[in-house]
């Protein structure tokens, strides 16, 4: 059971490229969720898919786009990054209930992004 | 605006004592919470849930104690040990608003010192 799996581990890009950042699941969750990470800031949401088909902004969404290619996957991509963007992006997916409550939310290994 | 609140970013025990972790809110909203351990380099994993109808729930060592008049939870290790040095997340859960995601306090780093 792999959980929640995210492509690349390790990424360098210089200012102004682009890349996307990749996301699965197996647990048959319906809501996604990609975080990133920056010390002394905790974890904070960027975007999140409720469900298949929507996407909403989360406390930090300039700079990012999402796409819920469908049930399984959820990718965000840095369309022109900045040095701001360095950092460690968390992807994850929870079971939600009765009024969108998360119930259970289970986080990927991590991509360590760094722009130069 | 920070609606989960961890004040402190650290934690220092010695192993077999009891590790304290505290959270505070302030959304009243908020009715199911949970705890998370990060260690270095890892992704977030779920230790221990409560929801607001009960006030205590335990799980092998781990305790995690609800009060709702206070807005206030704290997770409890007994006893601790030096594995268990990691960051401690506190996350909550509602309706309303704040449906269909977690919100976060920013972490407690607790030591376990041999």
């Known amino acids: 059971n792999a959980g929640v799996t995210q492509t690349p581990k390790f990424q360098v890009l210089k200012t102004g490229q682009s890349m996307t950042l990749q996301c699965a699941q197996d647990?048959?969750?319906?809501?996604m969720y990609w975080y990133r990470q920056d010390p002394g800031m905790g974890l904070r949401l960027i975007y999140y898919?409720?469900?298949?088909?929507?996407?909403d902004k989360g406390e930090v969404p300039n700079g990012y786009n999402v796409s819920r290619l469908n049930k399984r996957e959820f990718s965000l991509r840095l369309e022109s990054a900045a040095p701001s963007q360095t950092s460690v992006y968390f992807c994850?997916?929870?079971?939600?209930?009765?009024?969108?409550?998360?119930?259970?939310?289970?986080f990927g290994p991590g991509t360590r992004l760094t722009v130069t | 605006d920070q609606q989960v609140k961890q004040n402190s970013p650290s934690l220092s025990v010695q192993e077999g004592r009891i590790s304290i972790l505290n959270c505070d809110y302030t959304n009243s909203m908020f009715d199911y919470f949970l705890w998370y351990k990060k260690y270095p380099a890892e992704g977030p994993t779920f230790l221990i849930s409560?929801?607001?109808?009960?006030d205590k729930n335990e799980d092998g060592r781990f305790t995690v104690f609800l009060n709702k008049s206070a807005k206030h939870l704290s997770l409890h290790i007994v006893p601790s040990q030096p594995g268990d040095s990691a960051v401690y997340f506190c996350?909550?859960?509602?309706?309303?608003?704040?449906?269909?995601?977690?919100?976060f306090g920013k972490g407690t780093l607790l030591t376990v010192n041999p």
């Open positions: 996350a909550a859960s509602g309706s309303g608003g704040s449906n269909y995601k977690l919100t």
């Open positions: 898919s409720a469900s298949e088909g929507t996407t």
């Open positions: 409560i929801s607001s109808i009960k």
């Open positions: 994850a997916s929870a079971k939600t209930g009765s009024g969108g409550r998360v119930y259970e939310q289970y």
């Open positions: 647990m048959n969750h319906n809501s």
